[in-house]
């Protein structure tokens, strides 16, 4: 990343740097128990509470953890009872000016830390460039959570484990809900074939292979091993044989592989949620009994369609009230990124209420919600959803790496190693052989067939992570004596998956050559072609009367545009067809790059400019320089202006999303899109009239006037479409694209004199004030003083001399 | 679908045809039977008002164009053969084969769908996608509530990001370039078509 290129630089200072920076962040969390010890002696009747007031979040129940001292000193108020009583004059202490009380804020300040830890270590890393660049930050992190983990073990205190509700309830939600919402819709449905077999079929293969060869193993091996039954073994497979989507994202978003394989891989880690569920509770039901009939695997086929499918509906359901929510939210703007996450998270809680698949809701919420939000929403609430997403998701990772590898310094381990490590080496087989027999029979159905080398990758970016180990602590000790021996080979899969795989891919995937993602942005070109080409195959399908993929993509697109677009978009936007609503947000995106760059205070002052903005008269000032012209032209302009002000002011009114607030960062794009539009357009008019005989009113500043609000005489009917006429901007460097042509011409006219004595005049052509190269002059209202702005109040309220022409009318006849 | 499969004897020119574009017997078995149940008439020949009669069709935004990319100038019917060559360039691309010097360029080649992608857009067949063309393929996608004005920037818009040697239009190797990162191959291919 660019922290990291901008480091390489000075490479040995910084880990310098860093060093004590890293001892600090250990050096807190070593303070972590002594806090906690020190808390516990200062007030004891604060410390008799009940223990259940402090929830235990982070700690687990493990005995000989952090929360069995409460426990304890409990048990030592009882020698004291007289002390809590009030108004005892004998003990009296003196008032204590300052005191600390650990134990009040114990929860949260823990969960702080700890947080804090994750972040800084994630500073960290990119501090120190060369150490990133080879090792994967999932594999650094790991390793953190075991150096912090030995350290909270070698002071004495037991280290906290990764609890299996706080990782599903609180860690893992935040990643999945960034990967669903920002989910590339298109490659993701164009391969959804291809994903669900991988998920489904590979994953199912998966279990029943490794717990079939697992048991064999078992009654092979007979030291200790032989009391584990098929179904635990099942059980044990079907926990370790589900990808998982956090370890695949932390690897797979620093090596940018190719869209294609990035989402077979990662759609996978996230469908197989679904199976891993059925099995999970299947085999954990059945695993004390040694038969299984017939009824319970029908039972577990209907399961696996009732989960993955109410799991899918439920998200359906919420993302659809998000999106209608989202519609009435144009008078509070501020909250709206919440409804997004709320609804998220409550289709992800009510899922796993009713033991359906919690990922797939939230990923189907995020799915459908979209589109109808981002249409509803302003910019900002749609920056920010992208940022929280990004920040919680971010954190949220590393949290749970650093906790894998702190619970694996604290978890109890049994180490056997013939179970182990033929785990190890079934897992890798069994990956290798169900990617590559599931591959043989998808290309026999795909147009664009996956290479070996494609499997290789999709075969190899098979990571295990936290999901399998959270699952594997959820197990209990009564039926699975063996948890510890299953937890401790979860663990040392997940890590040599992580680590070997993990580090390894990067050098393999440019070793192998693998096509690497494409950063460019998409362009409308593309936009405009691939919807022709859509409606083109569509086209040919019903032509050879097939009913596929095209057929029932437009017919969904279609109905949506009928129906659905019309109750969850809010006003005018409902009919917004996509494109224009692309074509929208790219200029948007451009004009706020545009003025990021500070393309906007970059007017260079020897060129004088002819421009106008979106006249607000109450919010925004406007800057601009007009020609000298002549009286009665003077008027013509002024009328001009003002017609088609309203009409602008109705126009843009129709295309704003949100008309009460005027919020000046959105005015401000609009003005943007408006100058180069006329930038764009200006140009335009000058290739047609530089070849138009000359008109009679030659002079160059009436040939830049007639230009400049052109657009009458461009479009003589007088639809309600016009944008505001005098809006050209010639010698703005901000629209490349547009003008040279136009700056050749004004360069090569004689740069008129400044005459600010002509205040009066109203319309005055002047040299603009370089402004300096911070103020962008959209963005500073209130400077209403300004004399340009006086005179355009003036030019504006003045009603003119002579009575309104009709509008439509052009500004200079044509021919006079 | 037709209600019987012809056989392979009744097709006439069935080996050319196959040499031609390249399907196999049972793709031009398939669209032989397809041929036959939209020419309702038993005519032989297709005409514009038997593929109009497809319903979907009529709802397509380019569905006169891409009726029209199966006749021949001028002409007002088609027999199977251009019908089933029109087809042709939606094959699937088959991975592997090297482009043996000497053949002709197969129908379904990358070059040949972009050239038929180009001739939708390219009504007047000037090799060039001016203006008006554009904005004529954006009406009809976009539909009625836009405004002419804002098709206009679009339209401009479009061929200036794709216009590089300033001719105000898109020529063939122009609009190419601008698909490159399309993956046509995959988007001009119908899986069934083999």
Request: hydrophobic letters at 40%; a negative charge; proline letters at 6%.
């Amino acid at each position: 990343s660019h922290l990291k290129a901008g480091i390489a630089g000075s490479r040995g200072a910084p880990s310098l740097r860093a060093l004590p920076f890293l001892f600090l962040v250990a050096a807190l969390l070593g303070m972590l128990p002594l806090l906690h010890s020190h808390g516990l002696q200062s007030d004891p009747v604060m410390a008799s509470e009940p223990p259940h007031h402090y929830p235990a979040v982070i700690s687990g129940n493990e005995p000989g953890d952090i929360t069995a001292a409460p426990l304890g000193v409990s048990q030592e108020i009882s020698p004291l009872p007289n002390h809590s009583s009030p108004g005892h004059a004998k003990n009296r202490k003196a008032f204590p000016v300052l005191g600390i009380d650990y134990t009040h804020v114990r929860i949260p300040f823990e969960i702080s830390l700890w947080i804090l830890l994750a972040c800084l270590m994630k500073l960290g890393f990119h501090v120190i460039p060369s150490v990133s660049s080879i090792v994967p930050e999932s594999c650094l992190l790991i390793v953190v959570g075991l150096l912090v983990g030995g350290l909270i073990k070698g002071v004495g205190e037991s280290p906290p484990i990764l609890r299996s509700d706080i990782f599903f309830l609180f860690l893992l939600p935040p990643i999945i809900l960034d990967a669903g919402y920002f989910l590339p819709l298109r490659q993701f449905t164009e391969n959804l074939g291809t994903i669900l077999i991988f998920a489904v079929v590979g994953t199912l293969w998966n279990a029943f292979f490794l717990g079939g060869l697992m048991y064999a193993v078992c009654q092979i091996s007979g030291t200790g091993l032989n009391d584990i039954g098929l179904l635990a073994n099942l059980l044990f497979g079907s926990i370790i044989s589900a990808v998982d989507p956090v370890a695949v994202l932390a690897v797979f978003e620093e090596i940018h592989i190719n869209e294609l394989l990035h989402i077979l891989v990662f759609g996978e880690s996230l469908l197989n949620d679904a199976v891993t569920v059925v099995l999970y509770h299947l085999f954990e039901e059945f695993a004390n009994f040694e038969q299984v009939t017939v009824t319970d695997i029908i039972l577990g086929f209907l399961s696996f369609f009732v989960v993955s499918l109410g799991g899918v509906f439920v998200g359906v359901i919420y993302g659809v009230i998000a999106a209608f929510t989202s519609r009435f939210t144009s008078h509070i703007r501020v909250i709206e990124p919440l409804f997004v996450f709320l609804y998220s998270y409550m289709a992800y809680l009510s899922a796993e209420l009713f033991h359906l698949s919690g990922i797939m809701a939230l990923i189907a919420s995020g799915v459908v919600m979209r589109p109808y939000v981002e249409a509803n929403i302003s910019h900002k609430s749609h920056t920010t959803i992208k940022y929280f997403l990004k920040m919680w998701s971010s954190v949220s990772e590393t949290l749970i790496f650093i906790f894998l590898g702190v619970s694996t310094v604290a978890g109890r381990h049994y180490w056997n190693w013939t179970f182990i490590i033929s785990t190890l080496i079934f897992c890798l087989i069994a990956r290798v052989l169900g990617v590559l027999g599931l591959t043989w029979f998808i290309n026999k159905f795909r147009i664009v067939k996956l290479t070996p080398k494609d499997q290789f990758i999709i075969a190899y970016g098979g990571l295990r992570g936290a999901i399998a180990f959270s699952l594997g602590y959820l197990l209990d000790y009564e039926h699975f004596g063996m948890r510890d021996m299953f937890l401790t080979a979860i663990i040392t899969v997940i890590f040599f998956t992580v680590f070997v795989q993990g580090m390894t891919i990067r050098p393999l995937v440019d070793l192998l050559a693998v096509k690497k993602k494409q950063e460019t942005k998409r362009s409308i070109n593309e936009e405009i072609h691939t919807q022709f080409l859509d409606h083109l195959l569509t086209g040919i399908e019903d032509i050879c009367g097939h009913y596929g993929h095209h057929h029932w993509k437009d017919k969904l697109n279609r109905f949506n545009k009928k129906y659905v677009k019309k109750c969850l978009i809010a006003g005018e936007r409902s009919k917004e067809p996509q494109l224009i609503a692309f074509y929208h947000k790219m200029e948007m995106k451009q004009a706020i790059e545009l003025v990021e760059s500070g393309g906007l205070g970059k007017i260079p002052s020897a060129i004088s400019t002819v421009s106008m903005q979106n006249i607000n008269p109450k919010a925004l000032p406007v800057k601009r320089i007009l020609p000298a012209l002549s009286k009665d032209k003077e008027e013509e302009i002024r009328k001009i202006l003002r017609n088609n002000l309203q009409k602008t002011r109705q126009r843009l009114r129709s295309y704003n999303r949100h008309t009460l607030v005027a919020d000046p960062y959105e005015e401000a794009w609009n003005q943007m899109l408006l100058r180069r539009q006329k930038a764009r357009q200006l140009e335009q008019k000058i290739n047609n009239y530089l070849t138009v005989p000359a008109h009679k009113l030659d002079s160059p500043t009436m040939s830049r006037a007639r230009i400049g609000s052109d657009p009458l005489a461009y479009e003589p009917k007088s639809d309600s479409g016009n944008l505001p006429i005098i809006t050209v901007d010639p010698a703005s460097p901000q629209s490349p694209e547009s003008v040279d042509l136009v700056n050749e011409e004004l360069k090569g006219t004689s740069c008129l004199p400044p005459s600010p004595e002509e205040d009066e005049e109203g319309l005055v052509m002047r040299v603009k004030d370089p402004s300096s190269p911070g103020t962008d002059d959209v963005f500073t209202p209130g400077a209403g003083d300004s004399p340009s702005n006086q005179r355009i109040m003036r030019c504006l309220s003045d009603p003119g001399p002579q009575p309104e022409p009709e509008e439509g009318e052009p500004f200079i006849p044509k021919g006079k | 679908m037709g209600c019987q499969s012809s056989h392979p004897s009744a097709i006439p020119e069935l080996d050319e045809i196959m040499l031609e574009t390249g399907f196999s017997q049972a793709s031009v078995v398939r669209l032989y039977d397809r041929f036959q149940a939209l020419d309702k008439e038993q005519k032989g020949y297709l005409s514009k008002y038997d593929l109009q009669g497809i319903g979907e069709l009529a709802v397509n935004p380019l569905g006169d164009r891409i009726i029209n990319a199966f006749f021949k100038e001028g002409e007002d019917l088609t027999d199977f053969r251009s019908f089933i060559r029109v087809l042709a360039h939606f094959r699937p691309v088959e991975e592997g084969k090297s482009n043996e010097t000497g053949r002709p360029e197969p129908m379904n080649s990358r070059l040949r769908k972009l050239q038929f992608a180009f001739q939708l857009y390219d009504q007047d067949s000037d090799g060039k996608i001016s203006r008006d063309e554009m904005l004529q393929v954006l009406r009809l996608m976009v539909g009625i509530q836009v405004t002419d004005e804002q098709l206009v920037c679009i339209a401009e818009r479009t061929i200036q990001e794709a216009d590089q040697d300033g001719d105000g239009a898109i020529s063939f190797e122009e609009f190419a370039t601008s698909v490159e990162k399309l993956n046509v191959e995959q988007r001009m291919s119908l899986r069934l078509l083999k």
